[in-house]
């Protein structure tokens, strides 16, 4: 199985950036998708970003231009840049990874992490 462990949250002023990173190990894939994901007290949870194992990403509307993510194949660790960040963005934010774009997108993934909270003070 596959084991995520999130990192990097913390509280943070608006406008400010915080970097997460994702850490995967175990029996990790040689092509997959891994996705962000948040959520917030009372919300559903929310797409945020996603990216295979070629680069390719994937974006909501509500963090394109402020956020971005990556991924480093050989430590097997996705990144999310978290740049002008909105007390909107608070969240408990999760990562996921499967083989599938369909899969992942759909908040469907079998691997998550146990979440890593952000939270934008105005």
């Known amino acids: 199985q596959v084991r995520l462990v999130e990192s990097g949250g913390g509280l943070v002023q608006a406008g400010g950036s915080l970097r997460l990173s994702c850490a995967a190990s175990?029996?990790?894939?040689?092509?997959?998708?891994m996705g962000w994901f948040r959520q917030a007290p009372g919300k559903e949870r929310e797409f945020v970003a996603a990216i295979n194992w070629r680069g390719t990403t994937y974006y909501a509307d509500s963090v394109k231009g402020r956020f971005t993510t990556a991924r480093d194949n050989a430590k097997n660790t996705v990144y999310l840049q978290m740049n002008s960040l909105k007390p909107e963005d608070t969240a408990v934010y999760y990562c996921a990874v499967d083989e599938r774009w369909s899969t992942v997108l759909a908040g469907r993934s079998h691997y998550w992490g146990q979440g890593t909270q952000v939270t934008v003070s105005s």
């Open positions: 175990g029996r990790t894939f040689s092509r997959d998708a």
